[in-house]
Nanobody, 117 residues
């Protein structure tokens, strides 16, 4: 089992920045990809960004150029630096971790990001 604990959400004005963190514990050697998803009210959960253990990253087109995902394997932590935030970025952001065979996925409890226009 893997436990994920997120932090760093909050309220920010449009154009501002926030940094989310997610630290994994437990069976961390089973994890390859880590990343972030988000879910806005009335919408489905969507991919934001993922990063592998060897730092290969992938972004949703809506955040490319504004968000940066990074990872510190020594600290078992993944970060999401969010710049130029827009009202449309308002959502609950969830950290996730995939096992190497991608048959297992773990989720954090979610952290609220609210962008005021």
């Amino acid at each position: 089992q893997v436990q994920l604990v997120e932090s760093g959400g909050g309220l920010v004005q449009a154009g501002g920045s926030l940094r989310l963190s997610c630290t994994a514990s437990g069976s961390i050697l089973s994890i390859n990809d880590m990343g972030w998803y988000r879910q806005a009210p009335g919408k489905q959960r969507e991919l934001v960004a993922t990063v592998t253990r060897v730092m290969l990253s992938n972004y949703a087109s809506s955040v490319k150029g504004r968000f940066t995902i990074s990872r510190d394997n020594a600290k078992n932590t993944v970060y999401l630096q969010m710049n130029s935030l827009q009202f449309e970025d308002t959502a609950v952001y969830y950290c996730c971790a995939y096992t190497y065979d991608r048959r297992g996925v773990y989720w954090g409890q979610g952290t609220q990001v609210t962008v005021s226009s």
